[in-house]
């Protein structure tokens, strides 16, 4: 099993950035993918950025290109996300997840361990 806690959120004008993290304990972190997803408000959960165990392979939804970049430090156990350029519409509930898969996988359902979230408002 692995556990993980999402941090560095908050509220942020249009245009602000932030740096979300993702600590994990547990099992060997760098066996799993993480991935990123959010839930806005009366919406469903959604794809953000996924990265692969050593780090070398990102993939991100389309909203998320040009301004969002998911790193990891193995040696530290966490992940990042790093938002910038942030839209009103970016608000949400972000969630990090763990995938013990070897490709790269975009479905919440896929996803084996979640983290709590971390709420992201963006004022306009």
């Known amino acids: 099993q692995v556990q993980l806690v999402e941090s560095g959120g908050g509220l942020v004008q249009t245009g602000g950035s932030l740096r979300l993290s993702c600590a994990a304990s547990?099992?060997?972190?760098?066996?799993?993918?993480i991935g990123w997803f959010r839930q806005a408000p009366g919406k469903e959960r959604e794809f953000v950025a996924v990265?692969?165990?050593?780090?070398?392979?990102?993939y991100y939804a389309d909203s998320a290109k040009g301004r969002f970049t998911i790193s990891r430090d193995n040696a530290k156990n966490t992940v990042y996300l790093q938002m910038n350029s942030l839209k009103p519409e970016d608000t949400a509930v972000y969630y990090c997840?763990?995938?013990?898969?070897?490709?790269?996988?975009?479905?919440?359902?896929?996803?084996?361990?979640w983290g709590q979230g971390t709420q992201v408002t963006v004022s306009s």
């Open positions: 997840a763990a995938d013990s898969n070897f490709i790269l996988r975009t479905d919440e359902r896929d996803y084996d361990y």
């Open positions: 547990g099992r060997t972190f760098s066996y799993f993918q």
């Open positions: 990265i692969s165990r050593s780090g070398s392979t990102t």
